[in-house]
């Protein structure tokens, strides 16, 4: 039979909540000491990758873009260094030393090329020679451009143009001379 006191069914009920609540209590505390073992298990190995990367001498990375750009992940930018000239337009430069290097306009720059047997468009050479002033390639008086010696040493341009099978100049020397 059930007590004849009111109150002693929510006594009952009261005690089932108290006991899921404790229950509740401990599931947290037991969560809660998992994670502090995780948590100093992953500071102990952050401890040791620090000690093996100071042990060769490099940074430990410190954000995610660090992380993948040391681990190759991330393609490291490429692209031609400052002050870097292409084999075409060295040849275009180089036409112009052997020619005599003195100050010529893009458009007598690019027919020198051009009989060189390195065909360019007055354009873009004008475009080249303003750049190449600003690395120190080139120098200006007015709109004519020459090249500069550091140019020349740098590139190893030399003076005289090397015989172009193409270069009609270059081929009547050679049959005169014969």
């Not at 089932?16 to 404790?22: H, I, K, S, T, V």
């Not at 401890?47 to 993948?68: C, D, S, Y």
Request: hydrophobic share 40%; charged share 25%; glycine share 6%.
């Amino acid at each position: 039979m059930p007590p004849s006191n009111p109150f002693h069914a929510k006594i009952v009920e009261l005690t089932g909540l108290a006991d899921e609540q404790a229950k509740a209590a401990e599931l947290c505390r037991q969560r809660y000491e998992d994670a502090l073992r995780v948590c100093e298990l992953t500071r102990a190995r952050l401890e040791g990758l620090q000690i093996a990367v100071g042990l060769l001498g490099r940074p430990f990375p410190t954000n995610k873009a660090e992380v993948a750009r040391s681990s190759g992940d991330v393609p490291r930018p490429r692209g031609k260094q400052l002050g870097s000239i292409s084999m075409e337009w060295r040849a275009v430069l180089a036409a112009h030393v052997a020619a005599g290097n003195d100050f010529a306009s893009p458009k007598d720059i690019a027919a020198t090329s051009t009989a060189a047997g390195h065909p360019v468009e007055m354009k873009p050479t004008r475009d080249r020679m303003r750049k190449y002033i600003s690395l120190g390639f080139a120098e200006r008086e007015g709109d004519l451009y020459r090249v500069s010696q550091s140019a020349i040493d740098r590139f190893g341009l030399r003076r005289e143009a090397p015989a172009q099978p193409n270069d009609l100049a270059a081929v009547s020397s050679i049959e005169t001379a014969a």
